[in-house]
Each structure stands twice: as C-alpha cells, then as structure tokens.
C-alpha cells in the first residue's frame, strides 16, 4: 500500500541519519589511520585535530539539519527539479564537512617540513661530473634536518596512507549508494502513489484494500440515505469518496484542495468522467455556502457515487485480475 | 452583449458578462488568457493592477484593450524622471478672463488610468497616486476632488532595466490589488499570434465596446453578494499570517493583503458563476495577492530565491480548510488541526441554510 504522501520525508531523513552515523565512524576509521601514519607533526592543529574535526562535524550536522528544515519549507511546493536539488543539500552538507575533516587531519597536524628522502638517495641523484651545480646543497639539507626530526617523526608510510584512503574511499562510495538507493526508493513510493502502479500494488499488497473501498462507498450511500439534512449528507459523500481515494493511494495532502485533489485522482486513474467532478462541485456548494440543499442535489450526489464506486470496483477487479487476488470485492 | 446600465447584478451575471469582455480583449491580446482573467479579478475587486514583465509582452495594449472593451474612459502617463506630481494630479492655473485660479485636472481623472513604467519616476511622483489610489479622491490646494467611479490603475512596471529607475516603496506596492506577470507566449500560440497580425490590415485588432463604467461599477457590487465561510475566513488569516512567520520572509504581508484575499477570491468565485468562495478561489490568488507585498530576507537574492517563489511554498504548506466542518467549539482552537479522512456523517454544519442567499458572511 502506497501511502508515501502521510509522512513523505520520514524515509529521507532516516536515511540521512543513517548516513550520518556512518560517515561519523568512517571519519573516525580515517582519523585513526591517519594517527598510524604518523602523521602527527608540529603543524598548527598538531595536539587538537580530533576535537576540531569533531566540532566540524558537529556544527556542520547542525547546520545540515537547519538548512534541510529550511529547504523543507521552502520546495514544498516545488517543481521535482527543485525537489531533486534540494534533496542534495544535505549530502553535499556531509561530503563537505567529510572533506573538510579529512583535509585537516591529513593536512593540518602536518609538519611544515617536507618529508625528505633519504640522504643516500640525495647524494645519488649527485651528478658525477658535479659541473654547474653544487652537488653539497641537497645533501646538506637533508644531513642538517634528518638527525633532528628523525626520532620525533617516523618518515611517513604512503603505503598505509594509501590503504587508509582507499578504505575512506570505498566507504564514501558505500554511503553515496546507500543515499542514492534510499532517493530512489522514496521518488519510486512518491511517483506510486499518485501512479497506477499505486492502485495495482496497493491493492495486490493488501487484501483489505477492496474491503475499505466498498466499506467508504458504503458509509457514503448510507450518509445520503439516512441524513435528513442533503447538506450534511453531501459532505458526508464526498468525505467518503475521499476516503475511498486515500485507500485507493492518493490521500488528501493537509494543503490540498478538493480540486488539486480530484486531479491527483484523476492523474491516477482512480475516478474518470464528470461524475467526481460533479461531487466536488457539490461537495463545494455544501460545505462553504448557505444555499439551500435540496433533494435533486442529493440525488446526483448519489449517482456521482455509484458511478465512482463502480469505476473503483472495476479498477479493483483488473487489480485482481492482473495480480490474482483471490478476495471478491463487491463495491 | 448589451452595454446597458444595470442596477444590479446577480453574480452569475456578472460572471458572464466579465467572460464576455475577456472573449473580446482576447482577440487584440492572444493567449494571454490566465493574465487577463487576473486583471479582470483586480478591475471586479475594485483594486489596482501592477503588471510587470519584460518590454514588448503586451502590457501597454491589455491595458487599452480593456478600456476599450469596458467602456471606461482612458488615459495614460508615461513615467518619466522629470514629471511633476502635478503633472499627475493636476494643478491650478491663472485664467486671465475671470481672474480666478482654476484646477484643471490632470491624467489622473480618468476612469482608467495607464502609469506606463511606474518605476522610472522618482517617488515623489509616485507618492502622487497614492492618495488617488487608495481613496480615489485628489486633495490640491486644501479642496479634495473625488474621481471617477471606477477608477482602475493599471501600472506597467520593467523588472529589467534599473538604470535611471526607482524601485516601488513598499507603501505603494501594497497599494496594488495584484501584480501580474504576462511571460512569454508558448511558440505555438506565438506563431498564432503573428498569423493574425498577418491576416488583418491593421496594426491591432480593433475591439468593440461591451461595457460602460455604470455596468462595471455593478458587477464590482455583484461581489458584494458573494459569501465567504468562517473557515475561508481563517485560512485566509492563516495564509497571510504565514507570511509574517516565514523564515525566509522579513517584513510579511499587511492586513490590507487579507482584504486583498478576500476581495479577489469572491472575483474569482463571480467569474466561475458562484455566489460562494472556495479554498480554490484563495488559493488561486493568493501568489498575485501577495507576492508583491512582502519583502524576503536580503541574503536571498544570493538564492535566487524570489517572493514568488516562499509564497507558491507557503501557500502548499498552509492547510487548507478540513472536508467536515469544524464544531462550533473546535473552531477556538483554530483551522490547522491535522485533516481526518473519516467521513463524519452527522457533524454539525456551523452555517445552517439561510433561504436568501443574497445575504453574504463576509460583506
């Protein structure tokens, strides 16, 4: 059952909050590799790297949260393109902050001095003939820093560095495809429930689902046969109808009117021709103006609802057919 | 279409006889159907239209199609930086023969009036129109002079070009009803365009006259009968209200905005023919009602975040009114309780049926 619409943006955030914890620890896998590569220099950050790379995370998952909140109010109405680019916030939120993380553990705690090769290897690169160059200079300078910084800081294992960022890579990919796979599947839910594939897999999933549509269309019919008032009992119809279309898959957004909804509908292949348009219509005329209802109008309320209940019934039935629902369903 | 004086319309026959006249503009402006029914709800409303797009759209010939068609008296100044407030309002003279000051009236006593590019005067002369605008009266030389009935501003406004410009003050701004954008036709309906220009001899489309000021003034009143339910009262409030909380919204919409709300959905309720207003008659208005009169944080232009943008947002956030009625005692607790998709058939209808329906809630 389709029902996307109630709490659209539940699955997002799970999902980015599952991303989070993982990037959380994979910056912690990082930051413990780095510490083995023994990267911890003299550099400016040398000593507070980890409580600043948490405080990046920290103000960085802050500033995520807010921005999505934002982006929430903002494109709730949007365009899918606007949607889809504001989705991307909070990934970009994460990947920058992981960046930034990275960056300074990798960068900030470093020595200023160059890791240098060894000084054999400079006087190697010597040129015999010695002519136009001074061949002491290199050596010199690796001689006069090598004895000082080799006991402080062991020269740096690339090989370990590399595997350190092979893993944090793998892991990044990892997560991206978790958020990509979680997008997918909400756009899948979101695009189901206004799509017949809604109507089809909900019904296929649930076989209550013909149940509730008769048990809506039937609380209509009994609203309009037993209210001695056709103004309540035509509010009563339609918010039946619009119960029936909520198990159907396309439920009323809080912000909906009753025509944005019929559309949906409409869009869906739930209700077809004049007959839900003609509810709606009097559905409007009942519920906000003080007109007096009268007895035709309850009448073609009713026949609005049979044949909305007829054409929901036959959807029902293809459902069946098509998916093999044992269920007889009599709307 | 008879252009006959009527003293009363119904609303349903207001709505018929504003179609009428949108069916002939149509004719001279082409596939500008949605802007010209918005403009059409600013004129029924009894409000002031600023329309702004891009030059060559179309802005200058609605408005004088719609003079044309309604039958209203029309003039039109072109904003320029020089002009003189009273080069708006009007101004005394010396007669020589009687020896008298004598006021004569400037473009402003006109039943429409057309402010071409509004923006390009300073705003001392854009101040001019608004007492004009928001009490239809001209006050010179310590003697008020009220003006015509109906009296429409329809001012065109270039969201372009800013060199040798003033941007509207927002006191102004809020004086306008609704703002408009034309946008470019689709090139179907382009092509269209130019076919007709090329199938007539003349430069324009000459339009016939299906109205006068006494009919418009009459379906301006058929608004009057229209009703507005407690509920579309409240989501009304909540809409503009909305406004005001906004976190991308400094300065949100006035109360004159609400009334704006109000005045356009029952427009838009007489040209569907309705004597009542629906969520969709305020929901349709509410970005021309209200777009134009908040002012969005300054760090959003960073965003290309414009204000149509937060209110089309704002207005798909805002719950609309639920499909049972609130009891009378829920209402205290206000029209954003969460929607029930149960059916309550024997809730209580707060309006119970008055056998005169000629007798409007919200007048």
Redo the contacts between chains.
Sequence with gaps: MARGNDNPRLGARLAAALGAAVVLGMAAVALNAARGTGLAGDGPAKGTWALLALGIVVVGWTLAIQVRR?QD??????TPTQSRIASLVLPGFILMGLATVVGVTILGTRSVQLPLPQPNQGVAVDRPTGAGRTPTALPSYGSADQPSSAPSSPPVNFQDLLIGFLVFLGVVLVVLLAVVLSRWLIARRRAGAVGEDAVDGGLDEDDGTGDALAG?VQ??R??LA??P?P???I??????M??SL?ESGV??R???????LLQRAAEAGLVQGHAAQTLTDL???A???????GEHQRDQARAALESIGAHLAAAAAEADARFGVREEVEI | MTATVTDQLTPQQAGTRAHAVLDEIERAVVGKRAALELVMLGVLAGGHVLIEDLPGLGKTLLARSFSTVLGLDFRRIQFTPDLLPSDVTGAPFYDQRTGEMVFRPGPVFAHLLLADEINRTPPKTQAALLEAMAEAQVSTDGVTRPLPKPFVVIATNNPIEYEGTYALPEAQLDRFLLRVRMGYLPVSEEAAMLRRRLDRDTPEAVLNTLSNPGEVVAMRDALERV?V?D??VDYIIALVDATRR???IQVGASPRGGLALVQLARARAVMAG???????DV?AVALPALAHRVTLKPELWVRR?SAD??I??L???????Q???VPAQGRAQGANA??P???????P?P?????N?A?P?GA
């Design positions: 934002r109010r903002l494109t709730a109405g949007g809506a609380a209509g009994r609203a037993d209210d008032d103004r309540t009992a509010i009563a119809c339609y918010a039946a619009e119960k909520a439920s009323r809080k912000a909906d009117t009753p025509t944005e559905f409007g005329e519920r906000y103006s003080t007109h007096p209802m | 009703e339910n509920d579309l906004h976190a991308q309705r004597d009542y207003v629906i969520p969709e929901k975040i943008d937060v089309a947002g207005v798909q956030s805002v719950p609309t009114p499909t049972t009625p969460p929607v998709n149960a059916p309550v058939p024997n809730a209808v309006n119970a049926p008055v056998p329906p007798n809630v």
